[in-house]
């Protein structure tokens, strides 16, 4: 169904790490502000009880919904051998008298090759990441349970260019009746090195 | 509660950026704290040999990865810029292969060198081939 594009609203991430040095585990705490509307397909993540029928309604319906949320995430990562190995612990509330929902992801990711190549090269492994990610609901504090709730199990590959760029597509399977039966996720990044400089300097 | 959402995400922002500036503004040319972060590796990681060491391949690799990661901060030339340490000196330079390649790992995120640990541990060997090379 062709149901157009439309500005659905925005989010503001932040990520703080409450230690300072290196663990085996390294704990993050990530909170974000989502102002959006109905509208919004983009499934980051899956939370309560998320399931297929949300997005069935059109574009047109979905919009008149509006959404006042915090999500708060607790990230374990550890490092091992060149595989980053991720545990996220997910609580969103909807400021609108919701009550908070769960989900969870479980991710491994390592990449093709894990020294570097002298020259200069786009299409060389040590660019290619590959891992496997798996996520889902795990209810609300009204009904923590499992039942009805949705889990994808999906491959990742993400190409980092050198300029900056990375590229990353990752599609998932649905495991349970209420999930989508595949999706397809696709991300196109650019990361701003010294952006805190750069700021700075425009103010000098 | 809804009305209150939006000022506490805009004075949350303000904090960080805030406590970020601060840590910025610390004078660079205090080399010691770096040093004595090095210093604070742990025994056995001190004498570890760097797998690539004297291979031209890799300081070659090295010097990408540092263009890549750390000459933002650090300058292309290695010689440090604002709070990055410059890295030609003796307090780096004399330090060994495994503590360089410990500190990579663990950073110093009160003096806001970030940790590396997310690098594969081979890259970071190759990093620290490159910066000794600079000696």
């Known amino acids: ?204 | 509660m809804k009305r209150l959402a939006v000022p506490l995400v805009l004075l949350l922002a303000a904090a960080v950026f805030a406590a970020a500036d601060a840590a910025h503004e610390k004078k660079s040319s205090d080399d010691r704290g770096v040093m004595s972060a090095i210093a604070q590796a742990p025994l056995k990681t001190r004498d570890r040999q760097n797998p690539y060491e004297g291979r031209l391949d890799s300081i070659a690799a090295g010097k990408k990865l540092y263009l890549e990661h750390c000459a933002h901060c650090h300058a292309p030339d290695a010689r440090g810029r604002g709070q990055a340490v410059n890295l030609r000196l003796p307090g780096v330079q004399n330090a060994t292969a495994g503590e360089l390649v410990w500190f990579l790992g663990n950073g110093n995120l009160r003096r806001g060198m970030p940790s590396w640990s997310g690098l594969p541990v081979q890259r970071r060997w190759q990093i620290v081939s490159y910066l000794k090379s600079l000696r």
């Open chain 1, 1 to 204: 169904m062709n149901d157009g594009a439309l500005w659905t609203g925005f989010r503001w991430e932040n990520r703080f790490r409450p230690l300072m040095k290196e663990h085996w585990i390294n704990p993050l705490l990530y909170v974000e502000y989502e102002n959006i509307n109905g509208a919004d397909k983009t499934m980051i993540e899956v939370v309560g009880f998320d399931h297929e029928a949300d997005h069935a309604p059109r574009n047109a319906v979905l919009s008149r919904e509006h959404a006042h949320e915090i999500e708060t995430k607790l990230i374990l990562s550890s490092d091992a051998q060149g595989w980053n190995i991720s545990e996220n612990f997910i609580a969103e509330k909807n400021l609108g008298h919701q009550p908070w929902e769960f989900g969870y992801a479980l991710a491994a990711s390592r990449p093709l090759g894990l020294s570097a190549t002298a020259g200069s090269c786009n299409f060389c492994r040590e660019n290619i990441v590959a891992g496997i990610e798996m996520y889902g609901g795990l209810g609300s504090t009204d009904s923590a349970t499992l039942s009805g709730t949705s889990h994808y199990l999906a491959p990742i590959l993400a190409w980092h260019l050198p300029n900056g760029v990375t590229l990353r597509v990752s599609p998932s399977w649905g495991l349970t009746d209420t999930s989508h039966r595949f999706l397809l996720r696709a991300g196109l990044t650019y990361e701003i090195s010294g952006w805190g400089q750069k700021v700075r300097s425009w103010f000098r």
